[in-house]
């Protein structure tokens, strides 16, 4: 809801009387009235940021949005307490809760961070009576929450998301199987769990006829007895998603044959046969997975360690896939050519930069309903056999110009040029959520400083909402910094790694932004003073994180930009052990973090010894 629409909101109001908060006589019929059609009304509103205008015009509408909201997401758990929002919202159906920073995900905040979800279970359990759906992301939970869950609210919960979350174990899971028979999607994707055994998924097999999506990709569940997957799909027909960890896939046949109404799978794996090489494993592999076939219905499609004598069994359903996940495919530049040239509906693509600019112009020629991409780095990247494994300016600007429907946009680049920003800037004009990674790989890159193609990029794609920008020294200077901040007014989230020359660039940048909410930075020249007085300016903002800025030592200099309801934390810099490209253990420096953000809450309360809380007070005396 823009803001013309809030001022007719309010104006409507004001003159109509509606809200009860004025008005009498003649007015009151047509007030009752008029409140009477926004009770009907207001219910159907669901977006969050008009949910927001809606409850601040007038008192009466803000009761009629907290008796009627039935979802909320908190992007951080210590913004708010469980108990606030139990009072605000009592009729809450739907839960997003997000616990550690989003970098924890890349092993850079302290594991005993905090994120504990146990506070706000006990709150759903005591005052959230009718919890549908519950999406827990970066927290720790521990078996003693799921098993309070499953046992208070185990008959009305139906989707239960626990997203990169840790601290549990197949016991935990056990009592979610075999109590939440209404559960319709239970999603586990990259936790980490502890295994006792397999007995949780065979109580979910034998409780559980409604399952839609079961999601336990990317864990280390290895105890997984395909016996399981086939009655689940036999007794579940509406089954749509299945996403599992390392089973080989010759053993799911009979679960393929029964899950008929299956869209979507993804994990699996397939062995190599002992003893062979070249064209013996090839044929081999074809003999073994020859069984193998899809259901009628699938169109999305993640097979984990799929190498190029597997993939004829994939053609088949190539031409109605519509998402194909390689992340973790043992496909090189040419494998990727091979396959993409079959998938014309294909909208969605996950892959590595193995998938080279030869792949891309592939994808550009082929894919022309193409709507996210996401280009990780390969694990292998630095000793990479196949040399046209990397992508560059000229995979960018073949993107460009053939996938005009292109919305997001995640990509790391071994070179980089202003023409290929430029060229995004022009033809991706649907683009809302861009992110750019500059390899080390190479020490020289063709064109630096990016100043002018950041510009054009964002003057040109105006949908954006989400952009990431993470260079290396000399990638943007003080005047590209402050393009970003000119010319980036719908931006709510930033990441930006390696940018800017000094303070004043900084600074620059936060007279623009308007919008930005949160705002991530890593490895920038920028001191603790600019920092405060940036986060001052940037008068949208909710959440900052930076690491590696010019420390004061005792973080004196931040307290510019101390206010009511803004909670600071520091982690200071600490030597961590870290795996080098050989596998060996090797100690590095993790510089200092800084952590703002608005809470409701005050300062937590379960600072562990690797984070200092900036307290104003402490400094009284010096």
């Known amino acids: ?100 920073p989003r970098a924890s995900m890349f092993n850079l905040i302290p594991e005993d961070w905090g994120g504990f979800v146990t506070p706000w279970v006990e709150e759903i359990v005591r005052s959230f009576g009718r919890m549908k759906v519950l999406h827990l992301r970066r927290m720790i939970v521990k078996d003693s929450d799921l098993e309070l869950l499953a046992a208070s609210t185990g008959k009305v919960l139906e989707v239960l998301r626990l997203d990169k979350c840790s601290g549990f174990s197949t016991d935990g899971l056990l009592r979610i199987g075999r109590l939440c028979r209404n559960l319709r999607s239970l999603f586990m994707e990259e936790c980490s769990i502890i295994e006792n055994d397999g007995e949780w998924l065979h109580e979910l097999a034998l409780n559980n006829t409604i399952l839609e999506n079961l999601n336990f990709y990317m864990t280390d569940l290895m105890k997984i007895a395909s016996g399981d997957l086939e009655l689940i799909a036999r007794r579940c027909p509406s089954l749509v998603s299945m996403k599992i960890s390392d089973c080989d896939i010759s053993d799911l046949v009979g679960f393929f044959r029964a899950a008929t109404s299956l869209e979507e799978f993804g994990g699996g794996s397939f062995s190599e046969p002992p003893g062979q090489v070249g064209e013996g494993v090839f044929n081999e592999q074809l003999e073994r997975y020859a069984p193998v076939v899809f259901p009628p219905k699938l169109c999305r499609l993640g097979l984990t360690y799929l190498g190029k004598a597997e993939m004829p069994i994939v053609y088949p359903v190539a031409s109605r896939l519509t998402k194909l996940d390689l992340l973790y495919a043992l496909l090189d530049t040419e494998g990727h050519c091979l396959l993409l040239q079959r998938c014309p509906n294909l909208e969605i693509l996950e892959t590595r930069n193995v998938i080279g600019d030869r792949g891309l112009e592939v994808l550009a020629q082929s894919c022309k309903s193409m709507k996210r991409l996401r280009i990780e780095r390969g694990a292998d990247e630095q000793d990479m056999e196949d040399e046209e494994g990397v992508v560059s300016q000229r995979g960018l600007i073949a993107l460009a110009q053939g996938c005009l429907q292109l919305e997001y946009l995640a990509v790391y680049v071994s070179d980089i040029t202003n023409a290929s920003l430029e060229c995004m800037g022009a033809h991706s004009k649907n683009l809302r959520d861009f992110r750019l990674v500059l390899l080390d790989r190479e020490e020289r890159i063709t064109d630096l400083p990016l100043d002018n193609g950041v510009r054009s990029l964002l003057m040109g794609c105006h949908k954006l909402r989400r952009f990431a920008l993470y260079l290396r020294p000399g990638g943007l200077t003080d005047v590209g910094l402050g393009y970003i901040g000119k010319y980036s007014p719908n931006v709510r989230w930033m990441l930006l790694g390696y940018v800017g020359e000094s303070d004043q660039g900084l600074l620059e940048f936060s007279r623009g932004c308007p919008s930005l909410q949160k705002l991530e930075m890593r490895g920038c020249c920028f001191s603790e003073r600019a920092l405060a007085v940036a986060a001052l300016q940037l008068t949208a903002l909710r959440y900052l994180w930076v690491q590696g800025y010019r420390a004061s030592g005792n973080g004196r200099d931040l307290l510019t930009m101390v206010r009511p309801n803004w909670n600071i934390e520091l982690i200071p810099s600490r030597q961590v052990y870290v795996q080098d490209q050989d596998g060996e253990k090797i100690m590095v420096e993790h510089p200092a973090h800084i952590l703002a953000y608005y809470s409701l809450a005050g300062p937590r309360t379960d600072f562990p010894a690797t984070v200092k809380p900036l307290d104003p007070n402490n400094f009284l005396d010096l």
């Open 1 to 100: 809801m823009d803001g013309k629409k809030r001022i007719k909101l309010k104006s409507c109001c004001s003159s109509g009387g509606g809200g009860g908060d004025g008005g009498g006589g003649g007015g009151s019929s047509s007030s009752g009235a008029y409140d009477t059609v926004w009770e009907c009304v207001i219910p159907y509103v669901q977006d969050a940021s008009d949910r927001e205008a809606v409850s601040v015009v007038c008192r009466r509408w803000y009761e009629i949005d907290r008796i009627t909201r039935k979802h909320v997401t908190i992007a951080l758990c210590y913004t708010a307490t469980p108990q606030r929002l139990s009072r605000r919202f009592p009729q809450l159906e739907s839960l997003q809760l997000k616990g550690k």
